[in-house]
Each structure stands twice: as C-alpha cells, then as structure tokens.
C-alpha cells in the first residue's frame, strides 16, 4: 500500500516506553536503602515541582542533558538532589545517585507499551522508515536495546547527542537529514503538546497527540493507542498536507 509518508518518528517516553514501577516508587523504595523512609507519592509529588524546577531554570537552553553522558549525569544529579531536599538526603548521597542512575538505564524497570512492538513491525513490513526523536541523554539507545525494540527503529535522534531538544526545529531537521526525506513526507507521534506537536509543526513535519488516558477534543489529529497511526497512515492522501492542533 502506498502512501505520501515515508518515515515515522516516535517520542520515547510515554509514547514506547514508560517507568515500571513509577518513578516515585523506584526513587523511594532506592532511598529506603540509605536511611530515607519515604512514602512514594511523596516522592513523585517533590520530583514532579523539581522536575519544573529545573526546567525553569534551563529556559532558553538548547538542551537540558547537555552533550554526552557527563552532562547528562550532572543534569539527573541536581534533579534527584532537588527532588529529596524537602525530604532528606539519602547518604552517602553520590553513591545513592549513581545506584539510581543505573537502575534507570535498565530494561527492568521499564516497560514497552503493549501496541509498540505491533506498530513498528507492521511499518517496517509496508517499508517505512521509523525512529525516535527524543529529549533523552545517552542511555536510551542501550535501553531500546535491553527492551527489544532498537532493531525495528532505524534512527535514534538523541538531544544529548545532536544538541537541540525538543520543540527546537533543529532536532527535527536532524532526523529529516538522517532519513533524506523532505518533512512533508515524515509523520511524528508523541505525547507532549509543546515539544511533540508545536516542534514537528514548526518545520512542517505532521504532527499527532497521543493521549493515552482519552482523546479530548483538537483540531489536530489525536489518538489514544498507537495503532490509530496505521489507518491515518494509509488514507494519508486524503488528510491535508500538515496537521494543526490547539491544546485543549
């Protein structure tokens, strides 16, 4: 079957793969083990105010992870160390730190959506090229690895790796340039309004909001499970030649 589509891009986080059990859980059940008693929805509730935190603080930076894996690791430190201020430091607290770093670049603590594996399979069988466009430091691509995926995604386009995160058009070029494709011809899928479907947008790529726990109404294509991107995919003649979309 044909189509105007020639590459499919994905968000890694909550769009293939999500935390198992949930950060807070992980976070708590790890500082347990240096003398921090903590209940995980109170962790989850200080990482979620540290994670704005820092985002705040990094406006206006091309990317949060920095380049590499130092920088990366630098970033998730000040992160985890924000998050457990209000509730206690867990000590020796760098040694704490690495433990978490690790256990976070593990397939054991995350889990592949149960679509995910179907859905790339049934794009490669019909010869589209796929990938993954993510604001994710240098573990993710041994983390696809670990969780069977990698081998059905021909690109990996890291912001740890190119520079830009999303929603910075150039992270998006990146992948286009990788592909050889115009944007016209490249679909991207992710769950975050901003970075997903503004950024893609931007340099005319079609943009899709996933909404895994319901599709409100948009007037921008929306879907609920990944497997709602194959039909959309083969009556891609028939829907216009970019999406647009309001948060709502």
């Known amino acids: 079957m044909t189509t105007r589509f020639r590459a499919v891009f994905f968000d890694a986080a909550n769009t293939l793969v999500h935390p198992h059990p949930p950060v807070g859980e992980l976070y708590a059940r790890t500082a347990r083990k240096y003398g921090v008693d903590v209940s995980a929805a109170d962790v ?9 935190v820092l985002q705040v603080k990094a406006a206006g930076d091309p990317v949060r ?15 985890v160390a924000e998050t457990f201020r209000p509730l206690g430091l867990p000590q020796p607290f760098d040694t704490f730190f690495d433990e978490l ?8 603590v995350w889990r592949v959506y149960p679509e995910v594996e ?9 010869g589209l090229t796929t990938g993954v466009i993510s604001n994710w430091d240098v573990r993710l691509g041994p983390l696809l690895e670990g969780l069977g995926i990698r081998p059905y995604l021909d690109h990996v386009v890291l912001s740890a790796i190119v520079g830009w995160e ?31 479907v503004v950024g893609a947008q931007q340099v005319g790529i ?6 895994r726990r319901g599709t409100d109404q948009a007037d ?8 709602d991107l194959l039909p959309m995919i083969d009556g891609a003649d028939q829907i216009p030649e970019s999406s647009s979309c309001s948060q709502g």
Do not use: M
């Open 65 to 79: 992870y920095g380049i590499g894996e130092a920088d990366g690791r630098r970033w998730w430190h000040a992160l």
């Open 44 to 52: 989850q509730a200080a990482f979620r105010r540290s994670w704005e």
């Open 101 to 108: 770093y690790t256990l976070f670049a593990h397939p054991d």
């Open 166 to 196: 999303k929603p910075h058009p150039r992270i998006f070029e990146s992948a286009l340039e990788l592909v050889g494709i115009p944007a016209s011809q490249a679909l991207h899928v992710g769950d975050n309004y901003q970075q997903d």
């Open 118 to 126: 179907e859905v790339l399979r049934t794009l490669k069988a019909r």
């Open 220 to 227: 921008c294509p929306v879907v609920s499970s990944l497997r």
């Open 206 to 211: 079609y943009a899709v909001w996933l909404r």
